[in-house]
T-cell receptor, first 113, second 115 residues
């Protein structure tokens, strides 16, 4: 059963700490994405990767970092430089960079305490 | 700079009636549009899409209309059912020369179907 797995579903972080959100897909998709959802602001693109070992900044990349060492995995690190990290984070993938059909994971809710 | 706008944050519709969700865009390079449906604490799921070469696409109870000159699209759901209660996101993508590797999403409309 192919899909995207995001873990954990809920995550709490103390201020000043870095935290890494996991995203794994077994769909053999080339492109992967990280979005952030805030109330009233829709989905905003943080980072995306079209191929292994390559990634690009999205619209709100400041305070975040990513890696793409394997095709299946695209972890997102929320660093202490991110001023307002509390949000719902969504990972997505699609078969190739030029196609349109995203598959989304079920999301991780990060809360800074 | 919100390139895709959904001006109605919420919409309530009686069960069995038609739900109409609207979306406006500003980027004339957008040539492909999608609607996603999202339940709380879940990822969005694809609903229906339309290419700019068409003005209508239908899939069961869902129809998307595109008015390129007005830079406006709408999603019609008829008849509306309680399970349709969710947040609906409009999304757009530009052509291959203009960065079609990513989608730009609207802010979403929360649809509530009243039994």
């Amino acid at each position: 059963d192919g899909g995207i797995t995001q873990s954990p579903k809920y995550l709490f972080r103390k201020e000043g700490q870095n935290v890494t959100l996991s995203c794994e897909q077994n769909l053999n998709h080339d492109a992967m994405y990280w979005y952030r959802q805030d109330p009233g602001q829709g989905l905003r693109l943080i980072y995306y990767s079209q191929i292994v070992n390559d990634f690009q900044k999205g619209d709100i990349a400041e305070g975040y970092s990513v890696s793409r060492e394997k095709k299946e995995s695209f972890p997102l690190t929320v660093t202490s430089a991110q001023k307002n990290p509390t949000a719902f984070y969504l990972c997505a993938s699609k078969p190739d960079p030029v196609g349109y059909g995203y598959t989304f994971g079920s999301g991780t809710r990060l809360t800074v305490v | 700079d919100q390139q895709v706008k959904q001006n109605s944050p919420s919409l309530s519709v009686q069960e069995g009636r038609i739900s109409i969700l609207n979306c406006d865009y500003t980027n004339s390079m957008f040539d492909y549009f999608l609607w996603y449906k999202k339940y709380p604490a879940e990822g969005p799921t694809f609903l229906i899409s339309i290419s700019s070469i068409k003005d209508k696409n239908e899939d069961g109870r869902f129809t998307v209309f595109l008015n390129k000159s007005a830079k406006h699209l709408s999603l019609h759901i008829v008849p509306s059912q309680p399970g349709d209660s969710a947040v609906y996101f409009c999304a757009a993508s530009a052509g291959p020369s203009f960065g079609n590797e990513k989608l730009t999403f609207g802010t979403g409309t929360r649809l509530t179907i009243i039994p």
